[in-house]
């Protein structure tokens, strides 16, 4: 069984900061890429930035300069730091990994329970 266990939301006012993190833990052989994602009220779930163990990371346009992704692999943990944030960040970030929980299974995404972020004065 896996977990993955987000912290770090709150309420922020419009330029502020916050630090996310997210924890993997369980029956995991190895992680492939770890990532946030994000879903604002009435809209679909959108990419935040995604890091790959090798430390390779990709960012959504609207992000890039503002958010910074990292990640602890002995930790199995991934951090996202976000400054600058404005009333449109405010939704639910979601922690993604992808990961085999055995050395013959295939990779599969498994998904955090959700942590808000309410950006608003």
């Known amino acids: 069984q896996v977990q993955l266990v987000e912290s770090g939301g709150g309420l922020v006012q419009p330029g502020g900061s916050l630090r996310l993190s997210c924890a993997a833990s369980?029956?995991?052989?190895?992680?492939?890429?770890m990532g946030w994602y994000r879903q604002a009220p009435g809209k679909q779930r959108e990419l935040v930035a995604v890091?790959?163990?090798?430390?390779?990371?990709n960012y959504a346009d609207s992000m890039k300069g503002r958010f910074t992704i990292s990640r602890d692999n002995a930790k199995n943990t991934v951090y996202l730091q976000m400054k600058s944030l404005k009333p449109e960040d405010t939704a639910v970030y979601y922690c993604?990994?992808?990961?085999?929980?055995?050395?013959?299974?295939?990779?599969?995404?498994?998904w955090g329970q959700g942590t808000q972020v309410t950006v608003s004065s």
């Open positions: 890091i790959t163990t090798g430390g390779r990371s």
């Open positions: 369980g029956s995991i052989f190895s992680i492939n890429a």
């Open positions: 993604n990994a992808r990961l085999r929980t055995t050395v013959g299974d295939r990779f599969s995404d498994y």
